[in-house]
């Protein structure tokens, strides 16, 4: 049996919920739960996607939003059980899977093409 | 003490029942053949020595081949011995990743990735230099002062500086057992193992 069919017999364990697709530029909305104690409430997170890492069940990816001036990123794990759903609100047109680039920009440079449907 | 000698497959992550992320390695532990049983009376100490990891026959001394044939086993590439064995084991027993349970603690011992030569700020954490001005020029990661001067006019022993690092034995304490899969021969462990993917590791519980 190879290494990857091993490491895939653990992985398998992990369930991965049903997510719209989505891609680095695109702006989504991501619900969460979030535990205070022992309350559990949802939190939505709205931003633009910077990039999908990974593979498989231990894929991520990093959405970043500007709160206040302040530019805020998450990095979700695809299957982080506190991920009740994710919309996507906006399909954009970018040249790269990455776009680090977009940190850099502020107010009207940081915006980004939406795609015609 | 209950122990194995295994193989570094490689590392993932799993969920626990919180929904937390946890980090864990995969290893492929055993099964391994008990190649020998020293005793008090013949070796002046108890111990088992376990065999793993399948060897070409050709690649095999005859006095290995004679070794390996008193366990009625095939020749193996790895053998280390275990003292104070919690159980009893036969010459000649198999002994599978069912020593171990989930939720106990676990150390595994490996040899840690080389590093070639480096200089002391990945070697040893020194900070380097972290001025600009000060009259500092190219030289950020410089060692530093390695002491005095006309007393004692040398360099003391075992001042650190930079040199081959890596590619020692290394051992990582106290490492959770998340799941065994005992058809398959798995053990998961959280966190970090110490060496590169298919390196031999030896996973051992003091208790």
Redesign the interface.
């Given at each position: 049996m190879s290494k990857q069919e091993l490491i895939q017999l653990i992985e398998d364990g992990i369930e991965v919920k049903e997510f719209p697709q989505f891609k680095a530029g695109d702006t989504i909305t991501v619900t969460y739960k979030i535990k205070e104690g022992n309350k559990e409430r949802l939190q939505k997170f709205q931003g633009v996607v910077l990039q999908r890492a990974g593979s498989g069940p231990t894929a991520t990816f990093t959405v970043r939003k500007i709160s206040g001036n302040v530019g805020v990123e998450r990095i979700f794990p695809i299957a982080s059980p506190f991920i009740e759903e994710i919309v996507v609100n906006k399909v954009g047109v970018v040249r790269r899977a990455r776009i680090f680039y977009f940190r850099n920009l502020r107010g009207k440079k940081a915006r980004i093409r939406e795609k015609r449907r | 003490m209950s122990g194995i000698i295994g193989k570094k497959?490689?590392m993932?992550?799993?969920?626990d029942e919180n929904?937390k992320?946890i980090p864990?390695t995969?290893i492929?532990a055993g099964p391994c053949v008990v190649s020998q049983v020293r005793t008090i009376e013949k070796d002046g100490y108890s111990a088992i020595q376990l065999a793993y990891g399948d060897k070409k026959e050709k690649h095999t001394t005859k006095a290995m081949k004679g070794h390996f044939a008193a366990a009625k086993s095939t020749p193996k590439k790895v053998v280390a011995e275990f003292t104070r064995f919690r159980d009893k084991r036969a010459h000649g027993e198999i002994v599978t990743v069912e020593v171990f349970s989930e939720g106990e603690f676990v150390d595994v011992v490996g040899t840690s990735k080389g590093k070639g030569f480096q200089g002391v700020v990945k070697r040893y954490n020194f900070r380097g230099v972290n001025d600009a001005t000060h009259g500092q020029h190219n030289r950020l990661r410089a060692p530093g002062s390695l002491g005095a001067s006309s007393y004692p006019s040398r360099v003391f022993k075992g001042m650190r500086m930079a040199g081959r690092t890596g590619g020692n034995r290394v051992k990582m304490i106290n490492l959770k057992v998340i799941?065994i899969?005992p058809e398959?021969n798995?053990l998961?462990v959280k966190g970090a193992v110490p060496g590169p993917?298919?390196s031999y590791v030896i996973v051992e519980r003091w208790n």
């Open positions: - | 497959i490689g993932t992550s799993v969920y929904g992320n864990c995969v492929e799941k899969i398959k798995l998961v993917n298919n």
